[in-house]
């Protein structure tokens, strides 16, 4: 079975097993990550949707007692995953997730949590109301792993790309991105490593692939088509 979703005037499958670069950005290109909580409070929700079916929501979840959400998290954890994320990279008015669907319709339920609840965490702290959201979001199913490497490379790019970050050396610290995981400087338990690195002997040839492309993407024109911008 596969699911079917409109995106871009154009009909996409989301097939299980498959890899897709997953994007959305937010109504008129407004910020929607203003803080480091607000960062952070996305990557919570992105863990806690990653699951198939969680028995509550996640905005119930973060209002228990400390002891009964280790119990929560925990046997949450030993549940099914819809998705596996490989990298991503929080902008400060979109996202990009790099994922394979697991489970059929996985992709659509997991972004229409993520999204619905960020969304709602996000108006009631603004006191504003409506979409936060553009409609649908955009996928592109991944059909190499030359194709997986180079959309990884331009996920963790990103911010260099935008000039969010001025200097690459900023990039292995920054924390809204994957690259800092993959620089064995944070461990995520949502993120899954080993995809990726299967293709680099060291992380030390991870980085070197990563940085010696931040003055080409930054003038990119000719993969429009991954970038989804």
């Given at each position: 079975?596969?699911?079917?979703?409109?995106?871009?005037?154009?009909f996409?499958p989301?097939?299980?097993g498959q890899?897709y670069?997953l994007f959305?950005?937010s109504?008129?290109?407004q910020p929607?990550?203003t803080?480091s909580?607000?960062?952070?409070r996305?990557l919570?929700v992105?863990?806690?949707?990653?699951f198939?079916k969680?028995?509550?929501?996640?905005s119930?979840?973060n209002?228990?007692q400390i002891d009964?959400r280790?119990?929560?998290?925990?046997s949450?954890?030993n549940?099914?995953?819809?998705?596996?994320?490989?990298?991503?990279s929080l902008?400060p008015n979109?996202?990009?997730?790099?994922?394979?669907?697991?489970?059929?319709?996985?992709?659509?339920l997991?972004?229409s949590?993520i999204q619905?609840?960020?969304?709602?965490?996000f108006?009631?702290?603004?006191?504003?109301s409506?979409a936060l959201?553009?409609?649908?979001?955009?996928?592109?199913?991944?059909?190499?792993d030359?194709?997986?490497?180079h959309?990884?490379?331009?996920i963790?790019?990103n911010?260099l790309?935008?000039?969010?970050?001025r200097e690459?050396?900023?990039l292995?610290?920054?924390?809204w991105?994957?690259?800092i995981?993959?620089m064995?400087?944070?461990t995520?338990p949502?993120?899954?490593?080993?995809m990726?690195?299967?293709?680099?002997p060291?992380?030390?040839?991870?980085k070197k692939?990563?940085m010696?492309?931040?003055d080409?993407?930054r003038?990119?024109k000719?993969?429009?088509?991954?970038?989804?911008e």
């Amino acid at each position: 079975m596969l699911t079917i979703e409109l995106m871009s005037r154009r009909f996409v499958p989301l097939i299980s097993g498959q890899t897709y670069h997953l994007f959305n950005r937010s109504v008129a290109k407004q910020p929607i990550f203003t803080s480091s909580k607000e960062f952070q409070r996305f990557l919570d929700v992105v863990d806690f949707y990653r699951f198939k079916k969680p028995a509550i929501r996640f905005s119930y979840y973060n209002r228990l007692q400390i002891d009964e959400r280790l119990r929560f998290i925990k046997s949450l954890y030993n549940g099914e995953n819809l998705i596996e994320i490989y990298s991503f990279s929080l902008m400060p008015n979109h996202f990009h997730i790099l994922a394979k669907q697991l489970h059929d319709e996985g992709i659509k339920l997991f972004m229409s949590q993520i999204q619905n609840s960020y969304a709602k965490y996000f108006n009631v702290k603004k006191k504003r109301s409506g979409a936060l959201f553009q409609e649908m979001f955009k996928a592109v199913r991944i059909e190499s792993d030359e194709q997986f490497v180079h959309v990884a490379r331009y996920i963790h790019l990103n911010p260099l790309t935008s000039y969010v970050l001025r200097e690459p050396s900023e990039l292995e610290n920054y924390p809204w991105t994957s690259f800092i995981d993959y620089m064995g400087k944070r461990t995520l338990p949502f993120l899954n490593r080993s995809m990726l690195m299967s293709h680099y002997p060291t992380t030390k040839k991870l980085k070197k692939f990563t940085m010696d492309q931040v003055d080409h993407q930054r003038k990119l024109k000719e993969i429009k088509h991954l970038m989804l911008e």
